[in-house]
C-alpha cells in the first residue's frame, strides 16, 4: 500500500498571501488529520476529517481551514499568511475507527517571508 | 486536559549502550500511547503502540515500551543503539473516540556517538 503523500513537498510564500497543501490518505482510509509542527510549539492538532466532515478541531485561529473530499484526499488552507505560520504541516491518515493508530506523511515545509 | 511530558530534550548514548526515553502523561482514563520517530526533513513513523492487554509492547527496530499506570509513564527503551536510531523521539497519547487529535510530547532529540 502506498503511504501517505502531501503535495508540495516545500513552499515560500509572502505575508498575506495565501496558501493551500494537499494530502492524499493511505488507500481506503476515511480520516484525515492535519498537524502544525514548529520548533518552539512543537506539534499541535489542527483539525480531523471523517468522510468529509469536521469531527475535531484544534485551538487555531479561522485563517486555517481544511476539506475532504469524496475520495478522501484533504485540503488544508491558510489565508492571510502570517511569518509565525512557517512550519512543518504534517497529514495523517487513519481508518477512523475508534482506535486512532495514525500515519503521518512526510510533510509540507512551508516558509513565510 | 490530556497532556504529555517528555522530560529530557537532548540524550546522547554511545552506540551499543541502552536506551531509554522517558514519557509521562496526564489522562484521566486508560489512555492509547504511542512512540513515533522522526528523522530530519521527514514526517513521523509509528515504532509502537499501546491499547490495552499486555503492558509490556514490542515494536519495530528493536524497541520496546513499558506501560506503568501507577506511575503515568510509558517509557521507551532499547538495548543496544545504532547509529542509524540518531532522531527525535515524540510520546503521544491519545483517547478512544477522539476523532484524530493525538497530544504530542516536546521530543526528546537522540544522538548517538560511535
Known amino acids: 500500500k502506498a503511504g501517505v503523500t502531501q503535495t508540495p513537498r516545500y513552499l515560500i510564500k509572502t505575508r498575506g498571501q495565501q496558501v493551500t497543501l494537499s494530502c492524499s490518505p493511505i488507500s481506503g482510509h476515511r480520516s484525515v488529520s492535519w498537524y502544525q509542527q514548529t520548533p518552539g510549539q512543537g506539534l499541535q492538532f489542527l483539525f480531523e476529517?471523517?468522510?468529509?466532515?469536521?469531527?475535531n478541531k484544534g485551538n487555531f485561529p479561522g485563517r486555517f481551514s481544511g476539506r475532504q473530499f469524496s475520495n478522501s484526499r484533504s485540503e488544508m488552507n491558510v489565508s492571510t499568511l502570517e511569518l509565525g505560520d512557517s512550519a512543518l504541516y504534517l497529514c495523517?491518515?487513519?481508518?477512523?475507527?475508534?482506535?486512532?493508530?495514525?500515519?503521518f506523511g512526510p510533510g509540507t515545509r512551508l516558509t513565510v517571508l | 486536559a490530556q497532556s504529555v511530558t517528555q522530560p529530557d530534550i537532548h540524550i546522547t548514548v554511545s552506540e551499543g549502550a541502552s536506551l531509554e526515553l522517558r514519557c509521562n502523561y496526564s489522562y484521566g482514563a486508560t489512555p492509547y500511547l504511542f512512540w513515533y520517530v522522526q528523522s530530519p526533513g521527514q514526517g513521523l513513523q509509528l515504532l509502537l503502540k499501546?491499547?490495552?492487554?499486555?503492558?509490556l509492547v514490542q515494536g519495530i527496530k528493536g524497541f520496546e515500551a513499558e506501560f506503568k499506570r501507577s506511575q503515568s509513564s510509558f517509557n521507551l527503551r532499547k538495548p543496544s543503539v545504532h547509529w542509524s536510531d540518531a532522531a527525535e523521539y515524540f510520546c503521544?497519547?491519545?483517547?478512544?473516540?477522539?476523532?484524530?487529535?493525538?497530544?504530542f510530547g516536546k521530543g526528546t532529540k537522540l544522538s548517538v556517538k560511535p
Open positions: 476529517y471523517f468522510s468529509e466532515t469536521q469531527r
Open positions: 499501546y491499547f490495552s492487554g499486555d503492558t
Open positions: 503521544a497519547v491519545g483517547e478512544k473516540g477522539s476523532q484524530g487529535n493525538l497530544i
Open positions: 495523517a491518515s487513519s481508518s477512523g475507527t475508534p482506535v486512532n493508530e495514525q500515519f
